[in-house]
């Protein structure tokens, strides 16, 4: 019995003269999902398309479904499926005649059944008949994912899934995921997206300049940096002034933005002994959010680059804030 | 299954989604027919009387074969622009990582084209015959028209398929296909090659357009010229297998 669906080690692309993946390594356990994270032009789609036999690679060995990417290229085929970033669907082709399609190509008995089945799971069965030219992207991507599932892959790669889709849509997705992994299918996903690998991933892979930067579960990830804070704002000056200098022992101050930074892990014992220290000083902040670490935090600390100025400022968007 | 019946099948469902494009789109058809018609009615009716085409020959019969090639030629651009766009969408990405016979993704487009040549050959046959087209062909001669017909199609198919894999966008593979609609007025097509310059001449006699139509002009009239028709056949399988060569070997290069 095998358990590794996807098998890599010392991976190596280059395109001209820029090095896109430089020897990369990892194991998929098979009926898992496996997450490889990364910003734009990380090298994911590279990554995707070697392993499912689009593109040759310079070097390392690829071993998909116990079969070798570039030997054993047929049996690679046969065993996956493969939803990429733009709709790989045909516009002059109805929804069903589209999976009609992919049925014929895979052989499949019993068509008309397991058609009708795909077009009530992806809630498609109304614009059935109709092209695929007039459907919404969300539909296409939808019937990108049918398509796919015809034939019962046992491996399916997902690249960037849900880029681009409304957060309903990308809520069936997640869904429909999870139902293929309760089947036993093995996904290897990529994204842009901290939360989707948080809410879908067994393990992520943080791939960061054609290297694996990290790799572990999302909690193995997030124990890699410092822990989480509590932010104060002030908007007086002078009340900034007070705080930074009766607090100047336990925070970072930033005197532009006139907040400090007071290191916590975030629990509630430790929140409440912080507001009473803070009363018993007579510090009053205009605003206070707890800061938890989480993936993007290991994302921006983990692909860290010249640009950085690009991407820092973001950490606070999904913190609950609690304004005093 | 073996793999050359599994490619055979392949074909056949890729060819269904040819079809049924061509289907939904009968324009192409309707274009692929209403061109070489126009340009029959203005060779024949318009511009046909003034060309001495030999005493006592009918300018419709003379000019029918090199309709039909043009014809042929017209509808390439089609062809190449379908072949090309498939490749910028993300389906022909599909069936790649999907065991599914190389090749089939390509014969769909080369027998959709290859039909769409037939149908609009024959109405352009049929037409001929309403503005007074009289033929001395016997059955056999009918049957090697045909012949002719379907295998000058399917070795322009070939090469189209590779001007459309070979182009950087459909619209510019819409264009490579122009030098072919060109080639047939530098033939014999409308006018014998003796009447023109001799530069121009030479081109004529030389260019491969001309020996396919005067090989069908010979089988239509009822007097074959086997140099001719072997000339023809001789450069519709080279121009196959070179189409097919180049075809596939792109194919393989555009991941």
Not at chain 1, 38 to 46: I, R
Request: aromatic share 6%; hydrophobic share 45%.
């Amino acid at each position: 019995m095998r358990t590794s669906a996807i098998a890599v080690s010392g991976l190596r692309k280059t395109f001209g003269d820029k090095v896109v993946l430089d020897g990369i390594g990892f194991e998929v356990p098979a009926g898992s999902v496996y997450s490889l994270l990364g910003p734009n032009g990380a090298g994911k789609t590279t990554t995707v398309n070697i392993l499912t036999t689009l593109m040759t690679a310079d070097a390392g060995v690829v071993q998909v479904a116990g079969h070798d990417v570039a030997s054993g290229t047929k049996g690679v085929r046969a065993a996956i499926g493969v939803t990429g970033q733009f709709a790989a669907v045909d516009d002059l082709l109805s929804g069903r005649e589209n999976l009609l399609l992919m049925a014929e190509l895979k052989r499949v008995r019993n068509k008309e059944k397991l058609i009708s089945g795909l077009l009530e799971r992806f809630d498609l069965v109304e614009s059935a008949q109709k092209l695929v030219s007039t459907y919404s992207g969300g539909m296409r991507r939808k019937l990108d994912l049918a398509m796919t599932l015809v034939g019962r892959p046992e491996i399916i790669f997902l690249d960037e899934p849900t880029t681009g889709l409304d957060p309903r849509s990308r809520r069936t997705m997640w869904q429909i995921v999870r139902e293929l992994v309760a089947d036993g299918t093995t996904i290897f996903l990529t994204t842009q997206y901290l939360e989707e690998a948080d809410e879908l991933a067994d393990r992520i892979a943080v791939l960061s300049n054609g290297k694996i930067a990290a790799e572990g579960t999302a909690d193995e990830l997030k124990r890699l940096i410092p822990g989480g804070h509590v932010l104060l704002r002030f908007t007086d000056p002078a009340a900034y002034r007070h705080a930074a200098s009766a607090l100047r022992e336990e925070a970072t101050k930033d005197d532009e933005a006139q907040s400090l930074q007071i290191p916590s892990d975030g629990t509630q014992r430790e929140l409440r002994s912080i507001l009473d220290w803070l009363d018993s000083v007579d510090i009053e902040a205009d605003e206070l959010t707890v800061h938890t670490p989480d993936l993007d935090d290991v994302f921006l600390a983990l692909t860290e680059r010249t640009d950085t100025g690009l991407t820092t400022g973001t950490n606070y968007l999904n913190k609950a804030a609690i304004s005093q | 299954m073996s793999t050359v019946s599994t490619a055979m099948a392949d074909s056949a469902i890729m060819l269904r989604r040819n079809l049924k494009h061509t289907l939904r789109n009968p324009v192409t058809v309707f274009n692929a027919i209403l061109f070489p018609i126009v340009m029959m009615l203005l060779f024949v009716k318009v511009l046909g009387g003034g060309f001495d085409v030999g005493a006592g020959v009918d300018y419709i019969d003379y000019a029918t074969p090199g309709l039909l090639v043009m014809t042929i030629s017209y509808g390439l651009g089609a062809t190449s622009t379908a072949v090309n766009d498939d490749m910028t969408k993300g389906i022909i990405n599909r069936f790649k990582t999907m065991d599914v016979s190389r090749g089939a993704m390509l014969t769909g487009h080369v027998v959709v084209t290859t039909v769409r040549c037939l149908v609009a050959c024959s109405a352009i046959i049929g037409m001929a015959f309403l503005m007074g087209f009289d033929p001395g062909a016997s059955a056999a001669e009918w049957l090697g028209v045909l012949g002719l017909i379907v295998l000058v199609s399917f070795a322009a198919a070939w090469l189209t398929v590779g001007l459309g894999l070979a182009a950087k966008s459909p619209e510019s593979a819409g264009m490579a296909t122009v030098p072919l609609i060109m080639l047939p007025f530098l033939s014999s097509a409308f006018v014998p090659s003796e009447t023109m310059g001799t530069g121009v001449r030479q081109f004529v006699e030389y260019q491969p357009f001309t020996p396919i139509i005067e090989a069908l002009r010979g089988l239509l009239a009822g007097n074959p010229s086997s140099g001719d028709t072997i000339a023809a056949v001789a450069w519709s399988v080279g121009f196959a297998v070179i189409g097919y060569l180049w075809a596939v070997s792109s194919f393989k290069k555009r991941a």
